[in-house]
């Protein structure tokens, strides 16, 4: 800032994001208050704040029903209506300067919610200052400002307007694309946004519809897209090992597959190799249906990495799907000579060691793991290809901390990097990758393979938990196999919710004659290892088990799933678990039990799960009832989401914004620095992670 402030006030600033007079220009009110117009006291509204005038008469502090400040005054004209003014939280100089008021018969201004009360109508806590008579009321109407502890409106206000008057406020956008959306000028939205004049359309202004607010939404979302584009065009600016897109290991694998790859899977398998054969690093995410296909894509990807001499590393956020990769991966990839090191939880030292040893020397093609492939003692001699999934569950210095572990190589003088896959079976809603996911290329299984069974969803109140155990009992005596899913491990404060324990315990004694088993987060890695093994292999007919099964869990005859207090859950975890069934020949069925009486946010999403079976509906839904938060995971590390714009409601104006950013890139790419400068302050890294 040109001006220095007092260490506390910019201190305090900092709370809020805001360092500079750019910043403070930026900090845009959250509502306003008008005071550029005098209600009568008899006419005030009810629930709506208004400002009032009146004339002091007499202040005194009283003890009933407990200590307060009590302000008598009337309106100055005729008739007299008198007003009283409680305080409950004063200080002694306010009874003082309320008292002078009296004696000196001066007017006060009032701004607040006028009630009715025991003396007629009354304020509590109003903003209050004197007035001489005659003196103009605001010009515009007041800004309430986001704020923190010890920074007041006023200060606020005033800091706000000497940056409008010393900030440069000139307009980064071109003026060809101003005039193709029809946009107003930055220095004339800010103003007025900061400034409404008297008759301004407050209702759009508060609804954030009003055509200034469309400029500065538009801005936030086009400073996004272009921070977003320029790190795409880094990236691809850096060198990584070509790998190749039709090696021998590959042509054996797809030569002897028993199934056909769908359309979806061979087209995104199509998209992969071929960014793979490129010298600089794919970033792409696979996204499909809980279901879908992904993996086999995925070690697709990791053959053409071996094909090339090169290792891949496969990182996923539990030891049950890493588990699962490394079984599949085995099965697929082993009979071809690919050797698999899987580091999990489980090894002894010693193996851990001849594990680590095998990918250091290079020996190891495909390394299989948890966060353990990113600690220290593990180092890669080529590391060509990282894939992480379910990569939302993954903070943004862990997935950097896997690529970082490829040596050191250098081509003619260029670091080498490895290419980069990550994987979501939690569907990104079209307006999240458009916007937060707009630095990667995304490739869509949305198709199931054939012979997948659609899964019946059922809403049951716990009432009904009778006939829930009965329709268990008839499918385990036809062969079939079930989950039972706990929102809790054992008793919390959350005293009302029923947990594994106590489920494993009543359901081992409610269905006697049943196998029933128990899986949670806190067992060691070999019980759940053998729990798994053991529901796998049929030993088990009945799993009870938390949320550890969301991901990684693929048993074809488990064709009933129970989750118990579905209504504590969120709509990504429940169409996550639902997925868990339905994965055989056998029509399968998913029971929500729900304690009565549901609240509305509940009530919304048992709604959306049960009308709606295809996971890219569902996470449309989840946006709109929740927002982008459960999609980005700690993608942004730290960074705020979007401040103005609702990916909700302005999709249009993402689209014209992603469409702005290609062209300002193309044709006026000084006026694109600008805008990303203006925006973000060279906080660019944090939207790029």
């Known amino acids: 800032m040109k001006r220095e402030l007092p260490p506390a006030t910019a201190t305090k600033l900092a709370r809020l994001g805001v360092r500079s007079l750019a910043d403070l220009v930026l900090h845009l009110p959250l509502r306003y208050e008008d005071e550029t117009r005098l209600t009568p006291i008899e006419d005030a509204p009810a629930g709506q704040p208004v400002l009032v005038e009146a004339r002091v008469r007499r202040a005194e502090v009283t003890y009933r029903p407990k200590r307060q400040l009590v302000v008598h005054a009337e309106s100055p004209g005729e008739p007299r209506r008198s007003l009283v003014l409680r305080f409950f939280n004063f200080y002694g100089s306010q009874l003082k300067a309320f008292q002078r008021a009296a004696d000196d018969g001066l007017l006060l201004r009032a701004f607040g919610e ?177 279901g879908s296909g992904k993996t086999i894509v995925a070690a697709i990807a990791c053959l053409a990495a071996a094909d090339a001499g090169w290792q891949a590393a496969v990182m996923a956020p539990t030891e049950i799907l890493a588990e699962q990769h490394q079984r599949k991966f085995g099965e697929w990839l082993a009979p071809l000579g690919v050797r698999i090191a899987w580091l999990h939880g489980d090894l002894s030292r010693a193996a851990k060691r001849a594990a680590c040893a095998a990918i250091t020397a290079g020996e190891a093609n495909v390394a299989i793991g948890t966060h353990a492939l990113f600690q220290g003692a593990v180092s890669f001699a080529r590391l060509g290809l990282a894939v992480v999934d379910e990569q939302h569950r993954f903070g943004v210095q862990q997935r950097l901390a896997l690529r970082k572990k490829a040596a050191a190589r250098r081509t003619g003088g260029a670091r080498i990097v490895p290419h980069q896959l990550m994987m979501s079976a939690t569907p990104i ?168 009486p549901l609240s509305e946010p509940a009530r919304a999403r048992l709604k959306v799960i049960y009308e709606h079976s295809d996971g890219f509906e569902v996470a449309r839904r989840d946006l709109l009832l929740r927002g982008p938060g459960e999609y980005l995971g700690e993608r942004q590390s730290g960074a705020p989401l979007l401040r103005f714009a609702d990916l909700a409601q302005d999709e249009a104006l993402l689209e014209q914004a992603r469409a702005a950013a290609e062209w300002l890139l193309e044709h006026r790419p000084q006026s694109a620095r600008d805008h990303v400068e203006r925006w973000l302050a060279g906080r660019q890294e944090l939207l790029r992670a």
């Open 114 to 290: 006028v009630r009715p009360g025991w003396f007629g109508a009354e304020m509590v806590h109003p903003r209050c200052s004197t007035a001489a008579e005659g003196e103009p009321l605001a010009a515009a109407l007041t800004p309430v400002y986001p704020t923190t502890a010890g920074l007041g409106q006023a200060t606020l206000r005033r800091l706000v307007q000497q940056a409008l008057a010393e900030a440069p406020l000139e307009d980064t956008l071109a003026e060809e694309v101003r005039r193709r959306y029809r946009l107003s000028a930055f220095a004339e939205s800010v103003q007025l946004l900061h400034q409404p004049p008297p008759g301004a359309d407050t209702q759009a202004l508060v609804q954030r519809s009003h055509p200034a607010w469309q400029r500065i939404k538009f801005d936030e979302l086009l400073a996004q897209q272009l921070s977003m584009r320029l790190a795409y065009r880094a990236r691809r600016a850096r060198r990584a090992p070509p790998l190749s897109a039709n090696g021998p290991l590959l042509r054996r694998f797809l030569g002897k597959l028993p199934f056909r790859l769908t359309r979806a899977q061979a087209r995104a398998m199509g998209e992969i190799l071929h960014d793979l054969a490129a010298p600089h690093p794919m970033q792409r995410l696979l996204q499909g249906d809980v």
């Open 429 to 596: 809603p079209r307006t999240l990758s458009m916007s937060y996911y707009a630095d990667l290329d995304v490739s869509l299984i949305d198709e199931l393979p054939p012979g997948r069974q659609p899964i019946k969803t059922r809403l049951v109140s716990a009432a009904r938990r009778a006939e829930v155990l009965r329709r268990i009992r008839a499918a385990c005596a036809e062969g079939q196999q079930a989950y039972w899913v706990c929102p809790v491990i054992e008793e919390s404060q959350q005293g009302d919710l029923r947990t594994a324990l106590a489920t494993y315990a009543a359901l081992s004694a409610e269905l006697s004659g049943l196998r029933v088993g128990l899986l949670h987060g806190r067992l060691a890695a070999e019980d759940k290892a053998a729990a798994m093994a053991d529901f796998a292999g049929g030993r088990i007919q009945l799993l009870v088990a938390t949320t550890v099964i969301e991901v990684g869990v693929d048993v074809p005859n488990a064709s009933l799933m129970v989750i118990e207090h579905a209504e504590r859950f969120g709509l990504a975890q429940l169409h996550q678990l639902r997925g868990r069934v339905g994965r055989g020949g056998r029509e399968s069925a998913c029971i929500l039990l729900y304690a009565a």
